[in-house]
């Protein structure tokens, strides 16, 4: 019996494993939320409904919360700064305001005794990368941990949205139409994620593929004004009034798509409004 050659056989078998790397490269890693604790991350101009969602969380009357106004610039700020005295309005009777703009401070057992029982953390707007020279890898940092360990919430609006990812989008010094900027690390509570705010408000829905060209696995979330997502572990659900936008490289639309004609994966976006729920980790939108 003649045999047969090899040389094919031996071909095959290099090409198959190429084939499963190169198909494996195309799925994106699953994005990640707090293990305990929650978060209320608000694409700017919180609402009252907003704020009380998250004194809520917070523990209503009994809550203890710190607001960090640092993010705006200013080199002091006074005791109702970035919502505090709505927080009081909405029941919380221990709200105090912290701020430092010198990492040396934020290190001091003096300056994070507020955050050792706290609740509940609000980050005001303004500039993320202000947030991010003041206390990143400090001691008032790894506080601020803590409160999502002991199953406090943590929030914030605009740029105490942006934060709260682990990519710092519009963190450049320069302006804020610079996506992908000299600060790109944020503190993180959400991993593998960017986080635009202000979205429909100022047309920013486009930006995003900016920061996704240069780092593809990363899950985009933008949210508009008034508008937030409650995250509790790998889900959230959007309240508020407006919408977020979602770059998960795919599509989703409550009256189906099988018959749309949608641009390449690389520059889809979805929207989900009020109520709709999402997995981070599956990146997938919960049905109802």
Request: with cysteine; charged share 25%; aromatic share 10%.
């Amino acid at each position: 019996m003649k045999k047969l050659p090899m040389k094919p056989v031996f071909l095959f078998i290099l090409v198959i494993p190429f084939f499963a790397c190169a198909q494996s490269g195309k799925n994106k890693k699953g994005s990640t939320g707090p293990e305990k604790g929650s978060l209320v991350i608000v694409g700017g101009g919180a609402s009252d409904a907003i704020i009380k969602r998250f004194v809520d969380l917070a523990g209503g009357n009994s809550a203890e919360i710190v607001v960090v106004p640092t993010a705006a610039g200013n080199n002091t700020y006074g005791d109702n700064a970035s919502g505090a005295d709505k927080m009081r309005a909405f029941g919380a009777k221990k709200v105090t305001v912290l701020h430092t703009a010198d990492k040396s401070i934020a290190n001091s057992d003096a300056f994070n005794t507020p955050l050792s029982t706290a609740t509940g953390v609000w980050f005001g707007g303004g500039r993320q990368w202000r947030l991010v020279d003041a206390y990143k890898d400090t001691r008032a940092e790894q506080m601020f941990w803590q409160v999502l360990e002991r199953g406090g919430v943590i929030g914030g609006s605009s740029a105490g949205a942006t934060i709260q990812g682990s990519y710092l989008a519009r963190g450049d010094t320069r302006n804020n139409q610079i996506m992908t900027g000299d600060h790109e690390e944020g503190f993180g509570f959400i991993k593998n994620i960017a986080i635009d705010q202000h979205v429909l408000a100022r047309n920013r829905h486009f930006d995003m593929f900016e920061i996704l060209r240069k780092y593809p696995n990363l899950l985009g979330i933008s949210i508009d004004e008034r508008t937030a997502i409650v995250v509790k572990g790998n889900r959230f659900e959007v309240i508020g009034d407006h919408y977020v936008i979602i770059y998960d490289g795919k599509f989703w639309s409550k009256e189906g798509w099988g018959r749309k004609r949608l641009p390449d994966s690389n520059r889809l976006f979805y929207f989900l409004s009020p109520g709709d729920k999402y997995n981070l980790k599956k990146r997938k939108v919960m049905e109802q």
